[in-house]
């Protein structure tokens, strides 16, 4: 996630983060956000309940790790863990499932494979764009119309 987006959850967040300054062998909440930005709103949301469930002691629940389940959808490790917490990381998981991780659309999947996408949940237009423009160049410019077709067809 960019830092300027990381800071803002910090800022707004401070006791929630707190170990985003421990060293990384107790924490990897050191490392940030290791995922894109596209899944800012929902751990925007998800800090925000977890903070309102929180009194401000140090046993209070602190996000220890913020990264990627092997399925793709967003990883949230913890301490202090309670079952209404676990709840809420739960349903935020749940969310990333379907929503694109580098713009935050919905309906987003899992794309397999090769490059930069693969193991992560990817809208359409992202994945097209991550495949690079070299493949999409050379058939534009050899499928190249002589005249404006009559009727233009929208791609999605
Ligand atoms: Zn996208």
Known sequence: MDSQKTNELYEKFPHLYRERTAPLESSQMGWGFQCEDGWYKIIYEMSRKIEKLST??????????????????????????????????????????????YCGYTPAFMRKGK???????????????????????????SRKPRRAPDVMVVKR
Request: aromatic share 2%; proline share 4%.
């Open 56 to 101: 401000d002691s140090p046993h209070d629940c602190a996000i220890t790790e913020v990264s990627r389940n092997e399925d793709g959808t967003l990883y949230v490790a913890t301490r202090n863990l309670t079952p209404p917490l676990q709840d809420i990381i739960t349903a935020a998981r749940e969310q990333s499932r379907l929503t694109c991780e």
């Open 115 to 141: 490059g930069s996408v693969a193991g992560h949940i990817a809208c359409g237009r992202c994945l097209r764009r991550a495949e690079g423009s070299k493949k999409q160049k050379a058939t534009k410019r």
